[in-house]
């Protein structure tokens, strides 16, 4: 198993660009999440999916949009980069419920850095 | 007040020492608790998981402390692999969705 997968590792855009960032499972977790990481900050979380075709808002959502088209992919989209979009993103997932009624823990995958200038 | 809180370090400490990091939540309701560790530019990777009555794993032992709304982790004989950042999560439920609160990290660092 691959795990969570991201693409792009590394991306550089022009403020106003667009672009898509991927994020693959192969566990066949229900719940995907974005986050964002910044120096100095915890792990923010941007949007999240509690199943296939369903999103919703997180803790920072404007400026991004996201997709849960098949249950095994989530993406996320900037449709007009500006600066304060630079960061680490990362793509997380996990199983509906843990062990025991708790819960489950998240799996990250490697994140995307993204640099706009 | 931040939801979760944690001495972002660094603690300098050498090998074989004993270190212990808390981190503290806010919301009373918060159900469960997780320490992971993420090492520079990569992505956070599980530690382990705390449990009411404390649990160990190895060198490492989590507890919680719902009285005063804490966690902690105490690492014995520390390794230089041991240097990294550790996270601690909280997670809580609201209107049936569980949110996942991280703290912004504690930073060690084991010399040689």
């Known amino acids: 198993n691959a795990g969570v997968t991201q693409t792009p590792k590394f991306r550089v855009l022009k403020t106003g660009q667009s672009m898509t960032l991927l994020c693959a499972q192969d566990?066949?977790?229900?719940?995907m999440y974005w986050y964002r990481q910044d120096p100095g900050m915890g792990l923010r979380l941007i949007h999240y999916?509690?199943?296939?075709?369903?999103?919703a808002k997180g803790e920072v959502p404007d400026g991004y949009n996201v997709s849960r088209l098949k249950k095994q992919n989530f993406l996320l989209g900037l449709e007009s980069a500006a600066p304060s979009q630079t960061s680490v993103y990362f793509c997380?997932?996990?199983?509906?419920?843990?062990?025991?009624?708790?819960?489950?823990?998240?799996?990250f995958g490697p994140g995307t850095r993204l640099l706009v200038l | 007040r931040k939801e979760v809180e944690q001495d972002p370090g660094p603690f300098n400490v050498p090998e074989g020492a004993t270190v212990a990091f808390n981190c503290t939540y806010s919301?009373?309701?918060?159900?469960?608790f997780f320490w992971y560790r993420q090492d520079c530019r990569k992505e956070p990777k599980l530690l382990m998981s705390?449990?009411?009555s404390g649990n160990e794993d190895g060198r490492f032992t989590a507890q919680l402390n719902r009285a005063s709304q804490y966690i902690s982790l105490l690492i014995r004989d520390s390794k230089l692999s041991d240097s990294a950042t550790y996270l601690c999560?909280?997670?809580?439920?609201?209107?049936?969705?569980?949110?996942?609160?991280f703290g912004t990290g504690t930073r060690l660092k084991v010399l040689a």
């Open positions: 999916s509690v199943g296939e075709g369903t999103t």
């Open positions: 919301n009373s309701a918060s159900q469960s």
């Open positions: 997380a997932s996990r199983h509906q419920q843990g062990l025991a009624g708790g819960q489950e823990t998240q799996y």
């Open positions: 566990m066949n977790h229900e719940y």
């Open positions: 705390v449990y009411s």
């Open positions: 999560v909280v997670t809580s439920s609201t209107s049936g969705t569980y949110k996942y609160i």
